[in-house]
């Protein structure tokens, strides 16, 4: 399946392609994002690192790291 | 906590122990716990005029956010913030934006200085002229002006959003560089002697993540934009950041390790660093270490440099 993700932390929206039944850690692992650094969204609710993604679905991904 | 379904049909975190929470239950779980900390540590007495340091990014808006709850439910605890504009192009105006909009929703009073007005130049101005890191400057400054200014409208607090992760890498940082005496300094609550000069800071959000932090900050509505400073990736705190999230990926607990080992040893570290007798800036007249206080030599620094020019 083909996913649109925007990273805020890159400012971009890019189109993943993932296995079907694929879950939000996947989508992380396949993005290289470590997931202790970001909450992953859909169509504006949180989402958990187990949860199964469907097709194209709004996906976001916020970081959490700040500071210098 | 007593929950019901909401939590297994829509959760917005899983906590270490397996536990899922919805919005609402961790919401109540996180202020919680950001009231546990403040009585453990004995952070807040039964009356303060606390003022929080607000950036606007998620930390302190969550601070302030929980600070001005604790306040409309004790009056005896009166709660304003400070922001300092330290001149960040693309960045601070932003941050500034936002801390301003959510104090005038809050009908909290927001206490605005900046390094223009204070110093004479703007952060990014500073950084072109002085061979120093931008968050030593940055740090080095901003920390002068909380306490100075803290000091000066009479606060008996300076909470900071200061969260277990900030904690985490200031350890590891200090442990690196073999400087155990700024180790001495952290803790949920510093610069407790009675020294007129120095306001305690207090940290309530000491034993929150930072992620733990950023979902309640998101889902309670507090910000919308991601924004970074964009001097982020010289620091060297960056590097152990980094650091510690690849470890805590592979080994889930580690930060909370990290700081349950280090207040298990911070009495011991304060005891042995004891400020030896109080010595202030000859120039300032604000606390220093040595003869003249960091602030005052980054100042002296730009000086000499633009009469260089």
């Known amino acids: 399946m083909k996913l649109n993700v925007f990273y805020d932390r890159e400012n971009t929206e890019k189109t993943i392609e993932l296995a079907d039944n694929s879950s ?3 989508l992380l692992k396949k993005m290289k994002i470590n997931p202790v650094t970001v909450i992953v969204g859909i169509k504006d609710q949180i989402v958990l690192e187990d949860e199964k993604l469907k097709d194209k679905g709004n996906i976001k991904i916020i970081s959490v790291i700040s500071g210098g | 906590m007593k929950k019901n379904n909401c939590c297994s049909k829509n959760p917005v975190i899983k906590l270490p122990a397996g536990e899922r929470l919805c919005k609402s239950h961790f919401t109540k779980y996180f202020e919680g716990k950001v009231f546990r900390t403040i009585r453990q540590f004995n952070l807040i007495g039964k009356k303060e005029r606390i003022v929080a340091a607000l950036s606007g990014g998620k930390d302190s808006l969550t601070l302030l956010h929980i600070l001005n709850k604790l306040s409309k439910q004790n009056p005896r605890i009166k709660v304003e913030a400070i922001t300092i504009d330290e001149g ?3 960045y601070r105006e932003k941050t500034l934006k936002t801390a301003k909009k959510f104090c005038k929703k809050n009908k909290i009073k927001l206490n605005l200085f900046s390094f223009k007005k ?6 990014d101005n500073m950084i072109d002229v002085l061979n120093e890191k931008p968050c030593t400057v940055c740090g080095i400054l901003r920390r002068y002006l909380l306490n100075k200014k803290s000091k000066e409208l009479g ?9 277990l992760d900030d904690e985490c890498q200031s350890i ?5 560089k073999n400087n155990m005496q700024a180790s001495a300094r952290l803790g949920p609550i510093s610069g407790v002697n009675k020294n007129k000069k120095f306001v305690p800071r207090i940290k309530p959000l000491y034993l929150c993540t930072e992620k733990e932090t950023a979902i309640y900050a998101y889902s309670n509505n507090l910000l919308d934009n991601f924004t970074e400073c964009p001097n982020i990736t010289e620091s060297y705190r960056a590097e152990i950041r980094n650091m510690l999230n690849d470890f805590e990926q592979k080994f889930p607990g580690t930060k909370h390790s990290i700081i349950n080992s280090f207040l298990q040893i911070l009495p011991e570290l304060k005891s042995g660093f ?8 000859n120039i ?3 606390p220093a270490s040595k003869g003249k206080c960091n602030a005052c030599r980054l100042l002296d620094k730009i000086k000499k440099s633009k009469i260089d020019v």
């Open chain 2, 284 to 286: 300032c007249q604000e």
């Open chain 1, 24 to 26: 939000v850690k996947d």
């Open chain 2, 88 to 90: 960040i192009k693309g």
């Open chain 2, 118 to 123: 204070e110093f004479g130049l703007k952060l």
């Open chain 2, 172 to 176: 590891m940082m200090n442990q690196f």
């Open chain 2, 274 to 281: 004891k400020e030896q007798g109080l010595n202030y800036c």
């Open chain 2, 155 to 163: 606060f008996t607090k300076l909470a900071t959003g200061h969260n």
